[in-house]
């Protein structure tokens, strides 16, 4: 860093520095929240000011999902250059993308350049996903990694409820101009902003890397020692395809992947893209109220969870997620089965039941599935890999959130909302088996701490549940 630059942070007290970096990659998860968010508020406002464009449901519902898509896509980019171009400028360049999609929603004349804007900020969320959490991990005290992490998660439901609220006083146009806040700030503090000590060490640059550890520990600090963070000579070479074979890869990639899967397949976003019909089809709240009340639950909840990560662990956190979330699916279910029996005036009588049941199925996600796969996933992987194997999970992630968006809706006119959400509620019970068996808790334990134990005694199945046996 420069000397001006370094001047600018000199009276930041020694022991939050180091959660400078992840203030700056929480403006990007605020940019995330708010171009997910941006959709639902914005596709009223476009019927209403911008008739010409004729938007049938279906073209709404891709409209919806074509971020996913994008962000499917920017996650292959992140993954070829998060190693290359280092963590920093890889967050930079999804500022950069973001700002483009903005400006050219807040211009477009037609569908085309509407939907092209918008696949384009989705890609900027594909970018960030892989590239915040690696960025947050690897600049954390490892006490507080859990905390930092889950934040990420939290600024993304922040700026959804920033969108919803915003949404339901201004334009789609003037929605789309406020996205441009979060990136541009992100991009500014960035500049101001080291790369992170693994990436420098593997990279061959250990001096540059021993200044980043004082910035951001302290010179009087253990975590300032370079030593910790020793690269060996296999993990400075470039990942190649027989990486993947070795058990210490392929396990926590293989985990990473299936929570990626439980926590899209949990329907989060399906829910929340469906929910404002949901809400007013019980007759208790309109459609603007209902979705920013979703939202500031789901802001609550996972800023619970961001205190409770550190506290709780990982595993128990997941486990009461996926229970509680199941059990929402299921009361919807039965919900549903049970007004197609007895007919509209029970949705009458009974309609605040699946008011109740949204409401606490987001709560469940926020405090578990919401932040921590992100989490784990930043954890997990190994340094070598690590922008390889999180740009596949990433991808995954968002071609899951992008099926089950766009199936949601067909599979319950094909079997009905009752049977639709009765699948769903077993999903998540089996995710609540999977996290029991097979995840392992992280709390506490250094990156390093973390791949010894999958290189030396990582086994599928193992009973084993803390790294302490081990370490």
Same mark, same amino acid.
């Given at each position: 860093?420069?000397?001006?630059?370094?001047?600018?942070?000199?009276?930041?007290?020694?022991?939050?520095?180091?959660?400078?970096?992840?203030?700056?990659?929480?403006?990007?998860?605020?940019?995330?929240?708010?171009?997910?968010?941006?959709?639902? =508020?914005?596709?009223?406002?476009?019927?209403?000011?911008?008739?010409? $464009?004729?938007?049938?449901?279906?073209?709404?519902?891709?409209?919806?999902?074509?971020?996913?898509?994008?962000?499917?896509?920017?996650?292959?980019?992140?993954?070829?250059?998060?190693?290359?171009?280092?963590?920093?400028?890889?967050?930079?360049?999804?500022?950069?993308?973001?700002?483009?999609?903005?400006?050219?929603?807040?211009?477009?004349?037609?569908?085309?350049?509407?939907?092209?804007?918008?696949?384009?900020?989705?890609?900027?969320?594909?970018?960030?996903?892989?590239?915040?959490?690696?960025?947050?991990?690897?600049?954390?005290? =490892?006490?507080?990694?859990?905390?930092?992490?889950?934040?990420?998660?939290?600024?993304?439901?922040?700026?959804?409820?920033?969108?919803?609220?915003?949404?339901?006083?201004?334009?789609?146009?003037?929605?789309?101009?406020?996205?441009?806040?979060?990136?541009?700030?992100?991009?500014?503090?960035?500049?101001?902003?080291?790369?992170? =000590?693994?990436?420098?060490?593997?990279?061959?640059?250990?001096?540059?890397?021993?200044?980043?550890?004082?910035?951001?520990?302290?010179?009087?600090?253990? $975590?300032?020692?370079?030593?910790?963070?020793?690269?060996?000579?296999?993990?400075?070479?470039?990942?190649?395809?027989?990486?993947?074979?070795?058990?210490?890869?392929?396990?926590?990639?293989?985990?990473?992947?299936?929570?990626?899967?439980?926590?899209?397949?949990?329907?989060?976003?399906?829910?929340?893209?469906?929910?404002?019909?949901?809400?007013?089809?019980?007759?208790?709240?309109?459609?603007?109220?209902?979705?920013?009340? $979703?939202?500031?639950?789901?802001?609550?909840?996972?800023?619970?969870?961001?205190?409770?990560?550190?506290?709780?662990?990982?595993?128990?956190?997941?486990?009461?997620?996926?229970?509680?979330?199941?059990?929402?699916?299921?009361?919807?279910?039965?919900?549903?089965?049970?007004?197609?029996?007895?007919?509209?005036?029970?949705?009458?009588?009974?309609?605040?039941?699946?008011?109740?049941?949204?409401?606490?199925?987001?709560?469940?996600?926020?405090?578990?599935?919401? =932040?921590?796969?992100?989490?784990?996933?930043?954890?997990?992987?190994?340094t070598k890999v690590k922008g390889i194997a999180s740009g596949i999970a990433v991808c995954f992630n968002w071609l899951s959130a992008f099926i089950v968006t766009l199936v949601f809706k067909y599979l319950a006119l094909l079997i009905g909302n009752d049977i639709t959400y009765l699948?769903?509620?077993?999903?998540?019970?089996?995710?609540?088996?999977?996290?029991?068996?097979?995840?392992?808790?992280?709390?506490?334990?250094?990156?390093?701490?973390?791949?010894?134990?999958?290189?030396?005694?990582?086994?599928?199945?193992?009973?084993?549940?803390?790294?302490?046996? $081990?370490?």
């Open positions: 860093m420069s000397q001006d630059r370094s001047l600018l942070i000199e009276e930041v007290p020694k022991m939050a520095k180091y959660v400078l970096p992840t203030v700056a990659a929480w403006f990007g998860s605020l940019a995330m929240g708010a171009t997910v968010g941006f959709s639902s =508020p914005a596709i009223p406002s476009i019927l209403l000011s911008h008739r010409h $464009l004729k938007m049938s449901e279906s073209v709404q519902g891709w409209f919806g999902s074509l971020m996913a898509l994008g962000a499917a896509f920017g996650a292959i980019i992140a993954a070829s250059i998060v190693d290359k171009w280092g963590r920093k400028l890889t967050l930079m360049l999804s500022a950069v993308i973001d700002l483009i999609g903005c400006l050219i929603e807040i211009y477009s004349m037609n569908l085309v350049i509407l939907f092209t804007g918008r696949f384009i900020t989705g890609i900027s969320c594909g970018v960030l996903c892989l590239a915040a959490p690696l960025y947050i991990a690897e600049t954390a005290d =490892p006490k507080w990694r859990g905390l930092l992490g889950s934040g990420f998660q939290l600024f993304v439901t922040i700026g959804v409820l920033l969108s919803y609220i915003i949404g339901s006083f201004v334009s789609w146009s003037w929605l789309a101009l406020t996205c441009t806040v979060y990136p541009l700030i992100m991009l500014i503090l960035l500049c101001f902003m080291p790369e992170t =000590p693994i990436f420098l060490i593997k990279n061959g640059h250990i001096r540059e890397a021993n200044d980043v550890l004082v910035f951001l520990f302290g010179s009087d600090s253990k $975590l300032s020692n370079p030593n910790l963070y020793t690269v060996n000579a296999d993990e400075k070479e470039a990942a190649q395809l027989s990486d993947f074979k070795k058990k210490e890869v392929f396990y926590p990639m293989i985990l990473s992947l299936i929570l990626m899967f439980f926590q899209q397949f949990s329907a989060i976003n399906a829910v929340m893209f469906f929910s404002s019909q949901m809400m007013k089809d019980s007759n208790l709240m309109g459609v603007e109220t209902s979705i920013i009340v $979703l939202a500031a639950v789901g802001v609550w909840f996972t800023f619970i969870s961001t205190i409770l990560t550190d506290k709780a662990g990982r595993r128990i956190l997941l486990m009461l997620s996926g229970a509680l979330m199941c059990i929402c699916m299921a009361v919807i279910s039965i919900y549903y089965l049970l007004s197609n029996i007895k007919g509209n005036q029970f949705r009458v009588d009974f309609g605040w039941i699946v008011v109740v049941a949204l409401c606490s199925f987001v709560a469940s996600f926020a405090i578990g599935y919401g =932040p921590l796969p992100w989490v784990l996933m930043s954890e997990y992987v190994p699948i769903f509620a077993l999903i998540n019970g089996c995710g609540v088996v999977f996290v029991y068996s097979q995840v392992f808790e992280t709390k506490g334990k250094s990156l390093q701490e973390i791949e010894i134990y999958f290189k030396n005694g990582a086994k599928s199945g193992s009973k084993s549940r803390q790294l302490d046996d $081990l370490l």
